[in-house]
């Protein structure tokens, strides 16, 4: 039951999606399905988790993007599993949530977002990158073809990804029900456009890699437009690392899946 869903969206999207046989690096990765998304010159390599609880379900399911940081870069569609995804396939997130997790691998020399992640502050681009573009175009052909729910579309992610994250939630705030942004930043005169979107956000104080302000920063910009569902938490002991910390928080995942976009 659980590759059906995978093999229909492989036939379904045609050159869209191209399987991929490796799995040799990193623990659970022989429980995703590797694909690769083409357009025109430019290849997002990503990988699907289906989880335990939607073994048994026909419907259209939640969806969770995950944005990995600089140090996963590539083109093996492995390394972007390194961190965090452990907690996603953790039996008590597994067996009681029934969601699709859909990890893209942004290639080397690239970027979620298109900015300098030591600025204290930065304007997002007119356009998207074309990696954050191919995450986008994956999710529009998942709900499409009806194997993911519009209303449960989350995304989130850590340093370079935290940057996608908000960057996407800037850009396309319409298509999301929440988002966890960890140790990134994104342009404050977007905040607007994301007061209706519930934000867990985190950072350590003695980051030296990405300034713990841009973090506070945005938090206060969705605090200071009306977001009432935007929640801070930051480690005054710990550095740019704090993502593990930041995904064992209690309820998170709870959180998470408890929200929904209303559509109008």
């Not at 045609?14 to 010159?41: D, K, M, V």
């Not at 993007?65 to 039996?91: P, T, V, W």
């Amino acid at each position: 039951m659980k590759h059906i869903l995978f093999l229909l969206l492989t036939l379904m999207f045609g050159p869209f999606l191209l399987a991929q046989e490796n799995e040799n690096q990193l623990p659970g990765t022989s429980l995703f399905e590797a694909h690769h998304h083409i357009e025109g010159n430019d290849t997002l390599p990503y990988r699907l988790y289906r989880s335990e609880k939607a073994d048994t379900m026909t419907e259209a399911l939640p969806l969770v993007i995950f944005l990995h940081g600089a140090g996963e870069r590539g083109n093996d569609n492995s390394m972007q599993l390194k961190h965090c995804i452990k907690y996603f396939l953790d039996d008590t997130v597994t067996s009681r949530y029934p969601f699709l997790l859909m990890v893209p691998q942004c290639p080397n020399d690239r970027r979620w977002a298109n900015t300098d992640w030591s600025l204290p502050e930065h304007t997002m681009d007119s356009m998207p990158t074309a990696e954050l573009r191919g995450v986008m175009a994956v999710l529009d052909n998942l709900v499409d073809v009806g194997a993911v729910d519009s209303t449960q579309v989350y995304i989130c992610g850590i340093s370079m990804g935290g940057f996608g994250t908000w960057d996407a939630l800037q850009r396309w705030p319409e298509k999301f029900a929440a988002a966890i942004a960890i140790c990134g930043g994104g342009d404050l005169a977007y905040a607007e456009a994301m007061k209706d979107i519930p934000v867990y956000v985190f950072h350590g104080l003695l980051d030296g890699v990405v300034m713990p302000s841009r973090s506070i920063q945005m938090y206060n910009a969705l605090k200071d437009v009306g977001n009432e569902e935007a929640i801070l938490v930051t480690y005054p002991e710990m550095g740019h690392v704090c993502w593990n910390e930041a995904f064992s928080t209690a309820g998170l995942f709870e959180w998470l899946f408890g929200k929904r976009k209303e559509l109008y």
